[in-house]
């Protein structure tokens, strides 16, 4: 389930890792930033580019993390709206 509110890694708790919440969208919501799949960083690119369509749950790794730290969209075949969790 998508949400129009933004997070920020900040607000997970200590000792506990943040997430990734991929999904596909049709709607580019004002105010939300948007990257190009070829902005983003190899490992960032290859985790979508295994993303099979349904929503996706990755667990954050540091390269992620410097990547969004708030929900965005990325343009690459469709659009895929990207929540931090």
């Given at each position: 389930?998508?949400?129009n509110s933004t997070s920020s890694l900040k607000t997970v708790p200590?000792?506990?890792?943040?997430?990734?919440?991929?999904?596909?969208?049709?709607?580019?919501?004002?105010?939300?930033?948007?990257?190009?799949?070829?902005?983003?960083?190899?490992?960032?690119?290859?985790?979508?580019?295994?993303f099979d369509g349904g929503e996706k749950v990755v667990?954050?790794?540091?390269?992620?993390?410097?990547?969004?730290?708030?929900?965005?969209?990325?343009?690459?075949?469709?659009?895929?709206?990207?929540?931090?969790?």
């Open positions: 389930m998508a949400s200590a000792g506990e890792t943040a997430a990734l919440i991929i999904s596909r969208t049709e709607t580019v919501p004002a105010g939300v930033q948007v990257y190009h799949f070829d902005e983003l960083t190899e490992e960032t690119q290859q985790v979508l580019a295994e667990q954050m790794t540091g390269a992620l993390a410097d990547e969004f730290d708030r929900d965005a969209l990325v343009v690459f075949n469709d659009y895929y709206r990207i929540n931090v969790a």
